[in-house]
């Protein structure tokens, strides 16, 4: 497996102690990784936070790393561990009883049907706020199948390994998130272009 992938043999040297490999990954990785995870937690702000735990938790781990996949897999299965985590926590403390009635701050509604077209409307700006509030609308195991698809390229065998399913469901899961990102989005954008064609059968 070190054989096929270079990034095994890297960790392999960090394993080993070697500070300018983790260096190293850390440079090659962090900018995905704070992507990935401001995409899965819905909070820009807090990625590069997280971003630092997962590389605390892997060089924390390095001696007994023992490389079962590729490394990019191990690591956002990592990632998808600690965005869980962050999402979770953060839900308890907006359940707890404020008062008042629940908020709808994520909620995406269809704009005026006076209003001019989305194209004149949305700003590169105001298009990723609405997709980041779809995005953030999906389940957490859909938006973890989305993301991993649509940003990190990754194919259904390697998105089962990170999410700890097998690949029939990580399609049904893909195809399910389309649809409901679809919906979410027909009101304000042309969807040709920002998602995949959905080629995979609903069969969870």
Not at 62 to 86: D, G, M, V
């Amino acid at each position: 497996m070190a054989l096929r992938d270079p990034d095994i043999r890297l960790m392999l040297r960090v394993r080993a102690d070697d500070r300018a490999a983790f260096a190293e990954l850390v440079e090659k990785y962090q900018r995905r990784l704070v992507g990935v995870l401001a995409h899965l937690t819905g909070q820009p702000h807090e990625a590069e936070d997280l971003a630092q735990e997962v590389f605390l938790r892997v060089y924390r781990s390095r001696h007994k790393y023992s490389p079962r996949a590729k490394f990019s897999t191990w690591l956002f299965t990592i990632a998808n561990n600690l965005a869980l985590n962050a999402r979770r926590d953060r839900h308890k403390r907006q359940a707890a009883p404020l008062g008042g009635t629940e908020s709808n701050e994520f909620t995406v509604r269809p704009p005026d049907p006076t209003a001019p077209p989305p194209a004149q409307r949305l700003d590169q700006q105001e298009l990723a706020a609405v997709i980041r509030r779809a995005l953030d609308d999906l389940s957490d195991r859909h938006r973890m199948a989305v993301v991993l698809n649509k940003f990190e390229d990754m194919g259904y065998a390697e998105i089962a390994q990170v999410m700890g399913v097998g690949e029939k469901a990580v399609k049904s899961l893909l195809s399910r998130a389309r649809g409901k990102l679809r919906e979410a989005l027909r009101p304000y954008i042309d969807m040709d272009g920002v998602l995949p064609a959905d080629d995979s059968p609903d069969d969870e």
